[in-house]
């Protein structure tokens, strides 16, 4: 099933519609970005836009991962009363772009040469019906694990880079009085974790087979599905009590402070360790989720546009899409979020030791098949996939579940939602 966000699931939140009033020749837009390094992405995009002479009325909604903000969006859509932009990504795109949501600003695309600037594996998810409707800020790698390198020393356990030494290592932590895992219990943080072992556990064939669209149910239902549960299971002993609904950036401090050793979390993880003024390699340490050196699981961040009546809100919307391609952009917003620029054509020079590997996995995991699409989010599949997959990855981490059941849950789930 392409087109899974129905109307009818847009029109059941049109009661929670808002209206607001955004002056012509400003943007409105919507986005998650309220943690540390997150806010000091996007103001920098409220700067740039200022300099060029649009203003910024502010759509912040706050939730790891973008979903409260997706339901928002949802009901201000079909209220009729869309933001200029909002932060919508992968399939999505495509999703809005049905519903005939979208704006085209393929003007601005040709004007500035995209096709050249852009990789297809991020130009190919901008368009619509070959048109671009949505510009791309940033590549996140998702497959990252950060650790404090002190609470390691102390007990006297080494960085794993295997699954199997993960348990070994984070036993050590625990004895030593540590949190082994720092982690938030939320649905999109189990699925990023989650994800990490599906790649480790099973290798990119694997992932690409079993977690892209279109998703092949046999692959889904191999023993290499029971075996990720078994290694995912068993990380539940490694995660403290106080887990339940804490926010990623919660569990990132939880590293920062050396209260806790590892965790698994995207590279806007990132932005937290430099907001707090902390160095790479010294203070934090960068290495790939276990079992995934040199695989690169993508989370391509973009902005896609609404379209609109008002032609000053489009040409505001026109200057938006200009300013998030320049080098200047991609370089200044990309060291604060801990991402990689999206375009070509950047320097590298500015950048750290986390996002040179990131770039240079991003490359070699592209000619080797190893770069895959993070379904944890929102780059693989359906909505309604992605949520099958979320549902089972955090009811099956949160319960006593087996292995075999936790495979089976998500088989189904995953053939109901296609
Ligand atoms: C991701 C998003 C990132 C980051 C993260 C946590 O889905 O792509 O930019 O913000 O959520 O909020």
Redesign the pocket.
């Known amino acids: 099933m392409k087109n899974t966000m129905k109307i009818s699931t847009l029109a059941a939140t049109a009661l929670l519609a808002t209206t607001t009033s955004v002056s012509a020749g400003d943007v409105e837009v919507l986005h ?2 309220t ?1 540390g390094g ?1 806010a000091a992405s996007v103001n920098y995009l409220k700067d740039k836009l200022s300099d060029a002479g649009v203003g910024w009325t502010d759509f912040a909604v706050a ?4 979903e409260n903000a997706m339901t928002v969006l949802k009901s201000r859509a079909i209220s009729g009363n869309p933001p200029t932009a909002a ?1 919508i ?1 992968g399939p999505s795109i495509q999703e809005w772009g049905d519903l005939g949501f979208l704006a085209d600003i393929d003007g601005v695309a040709k004007a500035n040469d995209w096709d050249n600037l852009l990789p297809a594996v991020v130009s190919d998810v901008m368009k619509h019906d070959g048109k671009y409707v949505a510009a791309p800020v ?1 590549v ?1 790698r998702v497959n990252w694990m950060w650790s404090n390198p002190e609470v390691f020393r102390y007990a006297g356990a080494t960085i794993p880079t295997t699954w199997d030494d993960f348990m070994v290592q984070a036993a050590k932590l625990e004895k030593a009085g540590f949190i082994a895992l720092a982690h938030g219990g939320q649905a ?1 943080q189990d699925a990023t974790l989650f994800e990490a072992v599906v790649l480790g556990v099973g290798g990119a064939d694997y992932y690409n087979s079993a977690f892209v669209s279109p998703v092949d149910l046999d692959v889904l239902k191999s023993d290499t599905t029971v075996e990720v549960f078994e290694t995912f299971g068993n990380l539940r002993q490694f995660i403290d009590a106080n887990s339940p609904g804490r926010d ?1 950036n919660v569990a990132t401090s939880m590293v920062m402070e050396g209260k806790a050793g590892m965790q698994i979390m ?1 590279d ?1 993880a990132k932005g937290e360790f430099k907001v707090a003024g902390m160095n790479v390699g010294t203070d934090y340490v960068c290495t790939a989720a276990p079992g995934t050196s040199g695989g690169h699981t993508f ?1 391509i ?1 973009s902005f896609a546009f609404f379209a609109q009546s008002d032609a000053a809100r489009t040409a505001a919307q026109n200057t938006m899409a200009a300013e998030i391609l320049g080098t200047d952009f991609q370089t200044v917003f990309n060291l604060n ?1 801990g ?1 990689i620029p999206a375009r070509l054509g950047v320097s590298r020079a500015e950048f750290d030791s986390c996002a040179h590997d990131s770039m240079d996995a991003f490359i070699a995991a592209s000619a080797s098949g190893s770069l895959v699409p993070s379904f944890a ?2 780059m693989a599949v359906s909505s309604a996939v992605s949520g099958a997959i979320y549902d089972s990855a955090t009811n099956f981490f949160n319960s006593d579940q087996s292995a075999q059941e936790g495979a089976d849950q998500l088989v189904a789930a995953v053939a109901a939602a296609m």
Do not use: F, M, P
Request: net charge neutral; hydrophobic share 25%; no cysteine.
């Open positions: 998650w970005w943690s997150e939730g790891g991962g973008g932060q990504k940033n996140h999109w990623w995207g806007w989370n961040d979020k991402s989010h929102g």
